[in-house]
């Protein structure tokens, strides 16, 4: 597995929110520090790229504030390079912020800006790497950015699962991941919020291993093992670190 950082995401003054938060990057990042993985650098997208999934008015608007354009510049390069990375066979995570699944075409909330995840798969259409491509959202949110920007792609499935019980949870997920019939990368917008002690109230540190393994069956079944993994939500930071590495030790497997 390949790990997507720089220490540029570290800087916590270009927004006031809560994924902006001094320590959050460090905290994500604590559990995968000295693992089993290459760290690389990304670089910023580029303006053809974010073009791909919004508005030139959207864009203008960002401009105007030039440290959240950079940083969130470098979030969706971040994503780009994990889904090429993914698609030449190294699964990766990229520890990117701001989170990006609230970003549609023309706006965003929920502490995005731009569509990370969602950004780096037209990109990888755009180069005709894929056909068709798979989305799981583990946020403890709904990724209403994510799809409305792939609205107009039917081949790019979008699940969000929501159970009121973890093991609910994990077995929709394995029901849903083993249903999915053909797909050429699976993509993870990897929110750590439904964490037991963060505002979704559900999930388990071993839950995220879980998933990730799942994820992991997965993509060997159907697309040579081809995935990745955008960081979205994730506030209890006391825990972020290891929720992180237990999604990851189970995605890389
Ligand atoms: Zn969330």
Known sequence: MKLVYDEHFRASDYAQDNA???????????????????????MPATLDQLRLAHDA???????????????????????V?????????EPTFACVRPPG????????WGHCTFSNLAL???????????????????????????REVLAHWPQAEIFNPFAATAAEYLELVEARLTAVQGTDIISVSAGFDAYKLDVGH?????????IGTLVR??????????????LEGGYFLQDLGANVLAFCQGFAG
């Open 57 to 79: 008015d959207y864009l203008d608007q960002v401009a105007q504030e030039p440290a959240r354009f950079a940083m969130a510049s470098l979030a969706a390069g971040g994503a």
């Open 20 to 42: 902006a938060r001094p320590g959050r990057m460090e905290a994500a990042m604590s559990g995968l520090l000295g693992g089993p993985w290459d760290i690389v650098a990304p």
């Open 120 to 146: 780096a798969l037209l990109v990888l259409r755009a180069e005709q790497r894929i056909d068709r491509a798979f989305v799981i959202d583990i946020d403890a949110h709904t990724g209403d950015g994510t």
């Open 101 to 108: 699944h609230h970003a549609s075409r023309t706006g965003a």
């Open 202 to 210: 559900k999930l388990d540190t071993a839950d995220f291993r879980r």
């Open 217 to 230: 069956a997965a993509a060997l079944r159907l697309c040579r093992g081809r995935r990745f993994a955008v």
């Open 81 to 89: 390079l994990a889904a090429r990375l993914a698609h030449g066979g």
